[in-house]
């Protein structure tokens, strides 16, 4: 299939409008606010890790008013990555995906820890999603990236644009941070002398049900 147009990485704000017009800055910051809250509301209740990226993909998708949002995280042999987790429209058939972190737009992204706006038809390891616009945000706590999540927009849409790309940015970084806390609160709960498993651990409890 040809390419519409070549990736763009891009670590600050994405250009091109898309999403709802004019969105207001307060009102975005706190629909992103709320996002964060209900997520660290999740952490202090002890939902298992599955629930959380659940919510996590569930709230970036209400985020970026989009249609399907998915969160990769690597395998066991590190050359991997897998999508564990996608909520809304053509979940079922991603679910599971594995495709080679050095030859795809979601490795870029997971390496670079870099976001990354792009089409679907510039990728052949996503074929199985529409040719829509598609954004990246690795989820990455500063120290190390422990995967990423993706939105995808409607066929035809205009790639992300600068506003919702830097909500989910910031959603992201969070999400992230707060996914990690859980994880160091498990450990401690279940008294492990080792610390937290590291979210990129595929073993069970760490995949999704069904």
């Given amino acids: 299939m040809t390419a519409e147009a070549g990736p763009r990485e891009e670590s600050g704000p994405l250009p091109s409008a898309w999403g709802p017009p004019r969105v207001p800055r307060d ?10 809250f209900e997520l660290m509301a999740a952490v202090m209740d002890g ?4 629930d959380l990226l659940e919510l996590v993909a569930t709230q970036a998708r209400a985020l970026a008013h989009v249609p399907l949002a998915f969160i990769a995280l690597p395998v066991e042999d590190g050359h991997m990555l897998r999508i564990e987790i996608a909520v809304g429209a053509d979940g079922e058939r991603i679910r599971g995906l594995t495709v ?6 979601l490795g870029r ?14 990728d052949q390891t996503l074929t199985r999603l529409p040719s829509g616009p598609i954004l990246i945000l690795p989820l990455e706590t500063g120290e ?16 992300f644009g600068p506003g ?10 969070m999400a992230a ?5 859980a994880e160091e ?7 492990s002398a080792g610390g937290a498993q590291a979210l990129g651990d595929l073993r069970p409890p760490w995949r999704a049900r069904g």
């Fill in 27 to 36: 009102a975005a910051d706190e629909q992103r606010s709320a996002a964060s």
């Fill in 47 to 50: 939902a298992s890790l599955p």
């Fill in 100 to 105: 080679r972190r050095g030859r795809s737009m």
């Fill in 109 to 122: 992204a997971f390496a670079s820890r870099r976001a990354l706006s792009a089409r679907i038809v510039d």
């Fill in 144 to 159: 190390t990236t422990r995967g990423v999540l993706a939105v995808l927009g409607r066929p035809g849409a205009q790639p």
């Fill in 164 to 173: 919702t790309a830097r909500q989910l940015l910031l959603f992201a970084d």
């Fill in 177 to 181: 941070r707060l996914v990690e806390l």
């Fill in 185 to 191: 609160r498990r450990a401690v709960r279940a008294g």
